[in-house]
Nanobody, 123 residues
Framework: QVQLVESGGGLVQAGGSLRLSCAAS????????VGWFRQAPGKEREFVAA???????TSADSVKGRFTISRDNAKNTVYLQMNSLKPEDTAVYYC?????????????????WGQGTQVTVSS
């Protein structure tokens, strides 16, 4: 059974930082792309950032220059460092793993999903 467990969410003031972690039990984790998505109340789930098996990354325009995705294959963990947080970043953040090696923004390319972690940014 594949499990993805997110942690690191919480309440932070605008301009602050948080680091999210996604720990995976996926046997093929080191060869899988992993992505972060988020969903705010009343909105659709949206792409945030993704990292491929070799470390190549892609991110949404709304978070470029503020969020950084990275991975530690020895720990089967992917991180999302979030700096300069804004109230509009408030959402539940989900990590997801793909059978593809390469980072992708496409929701349909991800096969395994975590339960999510809440991030709330106060103004």
């Amino acid at each position: 059974q594949v499990q993805l467990v997110e942690s690191g969410g919480g309440l932070v003031q605008a301009g602050g930082s948080l680091r999210l972690s996604c720990a995976a039990s996926l046997r093929t984790f080191s060869s899988s792309a992993v992505g972060w998505f988020r969903q705010a109340p009343g909105k659709e789930r949206e792409f945030v950032a993704a990292i491929g098996w070799s470390g190549g990354t892609t991110s949404a325009d709304s978070v470029k220059g503020r969020f950084t995705i990275s991975r530690d294959n020895a720990k089967n963990t992917v991180y999302l460092q979030m700096n300069s947080l804004k109230p509009e970043d408030t959402a539940v953040y989900y990590c997801a793993a793909s059978r593809s090696r390469y980072s992708t923004r496409l929701y349909s390319e991800y096969d395994y999903w975590g339960q999510g972690t809440q991030v709330t940014v106060s103004s």
